[in-house]
Each structure stands twice: as C-alpha cells, then as structure tokens.
C-alpha cells in the first residue's frame, strides 16, 4: 500500500486482479455515464465547408443539425441506453450514451440557406455552401505615346 495517492483512485495500478487500470478516469468501475461530444473534422473547399462527424450506432432519427443565430451550426443528438433483461448480467460497459452537442461558428462566406446534411454508416456529412467570391473586374487600359 503506498501512501502516494493513485491518480487511478482507489485502485493500485500493481495490483493484476483490480478493475481495468486504463477505464476512464473519473468513471465508476465499468461504466462510462455519458456519450463524449461526437468528433469532427471540418474542411474548407474552394465550393464548401464540408464538417463530417463519427455518429456510431446512431440514426439520422436520433441526430439533429440546425442554424441558429444565423451563423453557428450545431449537431446534437442523444445515444438512448439499451434495453435491459432482467436477466441480463452487465461485465463491461464502455460505450457512451446520452446527450452530445457541438457548436461552430460558420464564417461570413457560408451560405446559410443552402445547408444540406446526409448520414451514411455512422458517419454524419454536413455540407454548408460557400458564397461565390467576386473577382476583381480587370479592365485593360491602353497605352498611348
């Protein structure tokens, strides 16, 4: 027993029969409360702003992309818990559940209106079309002399 507190808790990171060493801290034993904020990438095309987000095991029914403000897109949605057997006897619980949101701030170049969102294998694709930049109007001016 070390006087040292553990950062695992109560448990000892010597000891091969305690709970899995490498669970998330702050998490009970085994299991995990809360669906972490889903990842995404967000890319800039010279057409778009392409955001795709990893939704596993989620469908496009449980997933919610809006505008608000009129410039900040949000994506939530909610991961419901399984239903249980009273028979059932839980040895590991690692997958997140509950509620999820994540918020951007679209830049002044997106096209608010046109905000198409397609779900294909858990993976969210929302495409948000940019404005079409102006090009400078180059008028030729002819020498003389």
Known sequence: MSLIPSIFGNRSVFDPFSSDVWAPLGSSSNEVSTFASAQVD???TPEAHVFK???????????KVEVE?????????ERSVEKEDKNDKWRRVERGRGKFLR??????????????????????TVTVPKVEEKKPEVKSIQITG
Do not use: H, Y
Not at 54 to 61: A, I, R
Not at 107 to 123: C, R, T, W, Y
């Open 69 to 77: 403000d009129g410039r900040v897109l949000q994506i939530s949605g």
């Open 42 to 44: 967000w890319k800039e």
């Open 103 to 124: 918020r951007f701030r679209l830049p002044e170049n997106a096209k608010i209106d046109q905000v198409k969102a397609s779900m294909e294998n858990g993976v969210l």
């Open 53 to 63: 987000a990893d939704l596993p095991g989620l469908k496009k029914e449980e997933v």
